[in-house]
């Protein structure tokens, strides 16, 4: 069995979550159940990004200890998971001994190696950004808005060695196709790495910053946050142990598209590099969701939590929304209205109302039993081709994360069943005591079925609650595999439908 390991960024402690967290998840999951689907033995890591001076500063202003103040961000951000379906094998928290461990051999491996030097520095501190500063990253000769307040420090601090590893970097992207997709986002990189990089401070002195791992080889400092949170990607999963073996190199790093420079696509794999440890195979990098044109945060007060509309509306519709809406890479705009019409037209009706005509019609023209299929016309075998130009089709784009069009190809079949539907009409071939008639009836009660439960089992890996309700309802259970229930068959014959079922209730109090 081929394994297969997918990350998702590991969010700060001193936010909550919101949607482009809640995104970032979901997605993660689709691709993780997908793989699952496809017969890989998979390994989902999700987490917590516990330690700096942000958490530090909150505990601070709250009057609580800086564990206490993570361990709430835990139960949130573990709670979000638990809300949206996630699926992940392990969620991993830096403050966890497991991971400090890592940290700290790791630092003293470089250290040990020369890899790490201690230094003087004299520059400018964000203190927001938790970043040292430099005048090119002026602009108009002010420091941008996101840096906060900018001061002028020196101190001793600890360096890594990134520069000397620039032309590695440089030639590893240019003969590693499939290091960062999508493509375009590998061009940026590029470009940064045009102009020289300096090395890294990976400390910050304990007087400044205590809420850190501090370095094995100078308990004055802590290390610096981000060289602390990568390696979660390795101390989630056993680093020194055979799990680790049997999953390294991981698959994709999903994050978005703020922290692929420098972190992910200059530090992380500069840092294994030095390591001796082999490199991602890939980073996912995936857009913002925009609020007004903005990148939504809580900072700018645009952040919608997620877990509302997940109480209003249901994981499901929440997970299929932001598939089908976000074109993975691309910024997407989240609104409302948006959700609503997605909401409404595709779940609630196109969806929905199929499922429960089908059980109606069954219940009330063939005793709740799902009829053979006993001839089969033009209308059927036009339903039949469309379906053999979408199961494969939509494998096909949801292995290349085209997970937008996979939903809209699945969507126009469920559309033509429901057109099949109309033209079938089996309410007027009830009416006729003719044998043909009779046939007809039992026929387009089978195939739409059959198409039903051949499209939703195609929305399992972002929608698997509603795959679940709907086999659960045809009387459908099968031990096959995800592409042999792909299949057309005729398992569902002879089935029991259950009682109708409002899958997508109508809101309450639209707007809410
Ligand atoms: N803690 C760091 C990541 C460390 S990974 C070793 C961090 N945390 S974060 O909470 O700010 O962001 C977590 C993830 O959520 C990132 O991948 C980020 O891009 C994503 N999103 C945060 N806001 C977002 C949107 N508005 N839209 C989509 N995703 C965005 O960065």
């Known amino acids: 069995m081929k394994s297969f390991y997918i990350t998702t960024a590991i969010d700060y402690a001193n936010g909550s979550p919101h949607v482009g967290h809640a995104y970032e998840k979901v997605l993660t999951d689709v691709v993780a159940r997908f793989r699952r689907l496809m017969g890989d033995d998979v390994y989902f ?100 808005e996101i840096f906060g307040e900018v001061t002028e420090i020196t101190e001793s601090n600890y360096f890594f060695k990134l520069s000397k590893y620039q032309d590695w970097l440089i030639e590893h992207i240019k003969t590693h196709d499939d290091f960062i997709f999508p493509r375009f986002r590998a061009k940026q990189v590029m470009e940064f790495l045009k102009e020289p990089i300096n090395d890294l401070c990976i400390s910050r002195p304990k007087e400044r910053l205590e809420w850190g791992i501090p370095l094995p080889f100078d308990e004055d400092f802590v290390a610096y946050v981000w060289f602390d949170a990568l390696i979660n990607y390795i101390s989630g999963v056993g680093y020194g142990t055979e799990e680790f073996d049997k999953y390294w190199p991981v698959d994709y790093h999903v994050i978005g598209k703020d922290i692929l420079l420098p972190p992910h696509s200059v530090y992380w794999p500069i840092m294994l590099k030095a390591c001796g440890i082999a490199l991602p195979k890939s980073l996912l990098v995936h857009g913002w969701w925009l609020s007004s044109g903005e990148k939504m945060s809580k900072s700018t007060g645009t952040a919608i939590n997620p877990l509302d509309m997940i109480d209003q509306f249901g994981t499901d519709a929440f997970r299929y929304f932001v598939i089908r809406e976000m074109n993975v890479g691309q910024d997407s705009n989240f609104s409302f209205e948006l959700f609503m019409s997605r909401y409404n037209s595709d779940l609630a009706n196109d969806l929905g109302n199929l499922l429960n005509r089908i059980l109606n019609m069954t219940a009330r023209y063939t005793e709740g039993q799902i009829p053979a299929c006993e001839t089969e016309g033009d209308l059927e075998k036009e339903l039949w081709t469309l379906w053999e130009n979408t199961g494969d089709k939509v494998i096909g784009l949801y292995e290349d994360f085209q997970f ?109």
């Open 45 to 144: 890591l999700t987490g917590l990004d516990e330690h700096g001076q942000k958490v530090q500063q909150s505990a601070q202003k709250r009057g609580i200890e800086p564990i206490e103040l993570c361990d709430e961000a835990a139960e949130a951000f573990k709670g979000l998971c638990q809300s949206l379906d996630i699926s992940n094998d392990d969620f991993i928290r830096t403050t966890e001994e497991r991971h400090k461990d890592v940290v700290r051999t790791l630092l003293q491996k470089l250290y040990d190696e020369g890899e790490i030097y201690k230094s003087e520095y004299k520059g400018y501190y964000s203190a927001r950004a938790e970043q040292f500063l430099q005048e090119k990253d002026k602009v108009d000769g002010e420091w941008p």
């Open 404 to 512: 937008h069009t996979g939903l809209d190809k699945t969507f126009a079949f469920i559309s033509s069943i429901n057109r099949y539907v109309e033209q079938t009409a089996p309410w007027k071939l009830a009416k006729s005591e003719a044998e043909d008639d009779q046939k007809k009836l039992r026929t387009s009660l089978y195939v739409m079925a059959e198409a039903l439960r051949l499209a939703v089992g195609l929305l399992e890996p972002v929608t698997p609650g509603v795959t679940e309700k709907v086999y659960a309802l045809l009387g459908y259970e099968s031990s096959q595999t995800w592409k042999e229930r792909l299949q057309r068959s005729d398992a569902l014959t002879g089935r029991s439908v259950g009682e109708k079922t409002i899958l997508f209730p109508k809101p309450q109090a639209e707007g809410k």
